[in-house]
């Protein structure tokens, strides 16, 4: 079944228990702030190009086809890409992340199997097949609120501070604890809950993945702040579309052995975490690409308004968001094509997708820079939304104009704020930028345990032979 953006904003009123500034929502997709966030993942369901045919499931979602191939990650890359183009350069995660811990977990399912003796991937497919007949958005909720960051799971003061088993029943397990940062969770269908690091065997307990409903009985969700929105007046794509986190809480919620897929096989926790993190920075560097389409575009506009296009260092800094945003989709490209294949399904090039979203965190700033450069400090000095259009309109028009008319240099100007100049969008954007889909310190352990170095090695000592 391939559902409609109806039928999904409709699935979303289920009794879902979701917090915002202190306030228990009755319906997210009705709410006037967070109804935006679900009205943009409903976008991904009018996208006629994310559905294909598929032999068993007939028509399904292209987000849950298993890569096989490099040429469907390359499929994968350029739906990612496009769709984020079409949701105005605003990443649209609905299923994104969940086929990414999808495939993960059929990885390492099979090596568990394998090698332990255990069910999981019957269970894996199971739930999979449920998610692909019903068309569903999905969240994960990985990154554990860590407390202690020197200490491990099991050494806690608070032991709740990494989500953990709390009870063993026949028909299933408890779970407690809390998730951060689990992007668009409280307008998704079902959350799947990944381990955040490698465990040791005295951290057992920690060493869980599982499935969720939603609006399961002891979760709660509690959405971020939406300033981007709220705090700011003058904002435009904030209006129409962003997307949500939660500071996702478990309060002894119950998880059926069918969809339990880790249960204290701490040894594959680290694989779990570190494969799902490949795939997931793959989807970054896609979705970032086109993303650094609103700052190149804004960028040049707003040049041409100003009048100072043709001058070289306006060039010069449009030519570095070319290039953020073309080593990017270099980055991506090249992990398709060089893609691993692991139990029969492909995972992008850890090295290059580390490469790529390494490169993308260390520069994002220089973009901001270059935008405030261009855009001038107007971006943080103009007229607030209510005198742009109050009785001053005309006088603020007049002295506003550029190689431009007033009016319109106003209207760039309010989206040059937006993305570089107000508080809340980029102290958001440049928390994400850095530290989503992984840290710079994350991806930079990543490169140095995947890269080879003995050819480097070899060339070294070959010369150091004939020496």
Aim: proline fraction near 3%; glycine fraction near 6%.
């Amino acid at each position: 079944m391939v559902r409609t953006a109806g039928d999904y904003i409709s699935s979303l009123r289920d009794g879902r228990d979701v917090y915002y500034r202190g306030v228990r929502i009755s319906s997210v997709s009705d709410h006037p702030v967070l109804g935006i966030a679900a009205r943009h993942l409903a976008k991904l369901y009018e996208f006629r190009d994310r559905v294909y045919t598929d032999s068993e499931f007939g028509s399904m979602s292209k987000y849950y086809r298993v890569p096989r191939s490099p040429i469907d990650l390359l499929d994968r890359h350029k739906m990612i890409y496009d769709h984020t183009y079409a949701c105005n350069g605003i990443f649209n995660i609905g299923q994104a992340i969940g086929s990414d811990a999808l495939f993960s977990l059929m990885i390492v399912a099979k090596k568990m199997d394998s090698r332990l003796g255990t069910s999981y991937y019957s269970r894996v497919m199971d739930y999979y097949r449920y998610v692909v007949k019903n068309d569903l958005a999905i969240a994960v909720a990985q990154t554990d609120v860590k407390g202690d960051r020197s200490k491990r799971p099991h050494e806690q003061k608070d032991p709740d501070l990494y989500l953990r088993i709390v009870d063993v029943r026949n028909d299933g397990i408890v779970v407690r604890g809390a998730k951060a940062h689990t992007t668009q969770a409280a307008v998704s269908n079902e959350i799947i809950v990944l381990p955040t690091r490698a465990m040791s065997q005295k951290d057992a307990n920690y060493a869980v993945a599982f499935a969720v409903p939603a609006n399961a009985k002891g979760l709660k969700m509690i959405v971020r702040p939406i300033d981007e929105i709220e705090g700011n007046r003058s904002s435009v794509l904030s209006t129409k579309d962003y997307e949500l986190e939660t500071l996702t809480i478990f309060e002894e919620v119950f998880i059926p052995w069918e969809r339990v897929f880790m249960f204290r096989e701490h040894e594959y926790a680290g694989l779990l975490a570190n494969l799902f993190a490949t795939y997931h920075r793959f989807t970054a560097v896609s979705y970032r690409s086109a993303m650094a389409n609103l700052y190149l575009g804004v960028a040049s506009l707003v040049a041409k308004a100003n009048g100072i296009y043709e001058a070289h260092h306006v060039r010069n800094r449009i030519i570095d968001m070319i290039m953020w945003k073309e080593i990017m989709r270099m980055g991506a490209i090249a992990s398709a094509t060089t893609a691993v294949i692991d139990e029969g399904i492909a995972v992008p090039n850890p090295l290059y997708t580390n490469i790529a979203k390494l490169y993308s965190n260390q520069n994002f700033s220089k973009i901001l820079e270059g935008l405030v450069d261009i855009a001038g400090g107007i971006i943080a000095t103009m007229p607030s939304e209510e005198d742009i259009r109050g009785e001053m309109a005309n006088i603020i028009a007049k002295y506003l104009a550029g190689a431009v008319n007033g009016r319109e240099r106003i209207k760039i100007l309010k989206i040059a704020k937006e993305l570089a100049g107000s508080s809340s969008f980029v102290g958001y954007a440049l928390s994400l930028m850095i530290h989503a889909e992984g840290s710079i310190e994350a991806s930079r352990i990543a490169m140095i345990r995947e890269y080879n170095l003995e050819e480097a090695e070899k060339l070294v000592e070959r010369i150091l032979q004939n020496d």
